[in-house]
Nanobody
Framework: VQLQASGGGLVQAGGSLRLSCAAS????????MGWYRQAPGKQRELVAE???????NYADPVKGRFTTSRGNAKNMVYLQMSSLKLEDTAVYYC??????????????????WGQGTLVTVSS
């Protein structure tokens, strides 16, 4: 599965931005997709994710401001970001986890990342 994130850019504090992530390849093998971010000098952290059960999880810093959603096609997910803050500045990554079965019938679990899209929030 390959992932392509887009929609990043420069936005003023308080503004909004919408990120998109398109998955290609073995879409049916995807169990869940999510968004992570990495600010300069910091570790990559979870922003929002869909679980295999269909629910969504949000990191505390973005609850109430960010919303993740799926497109009509299973291969698209979005991250709507509102009331952006300076501390939201980061490279945002799309991640997909899933599994498939190898030739021996054994499950193989994978976790793939997109290339990231930069979001810069200015004052």
């Amino acid at each position: 599965v390959q992932l392509q994130a887009s929609g990043g850019g420069l936005v003023q504090a308080g503004g909004s931005l919408r990120l998109s992530c398109a998955a290609s390849g073995s879409i049916s093998s995807i169990d869940d997709m999510g968004w992570y971010r990495q600010a300069p000098g910091k570790q990559r952290e979870l922003v929002a994710e869909f679980t295999s059960g269909g629910s969504t999880n949000y990191a505390d810093p973005v609850k109430g401001r960010f919303t993740t959603s799926r497109g009509n096609a299973k291969n698209m997910v979005y991250l709507q970001m509102s009331s952006l803050k300076l501390e939201d500045t980061a490279v945002y990554y799309c991640r997909a986890r899933g599994h498939y079965y190898n030739d021996n019938g054994e499950p193989v679990v994978y976790g793939n990342w997109g290339q990231g899209t930069l979001v810069t929030v200015s004052s």
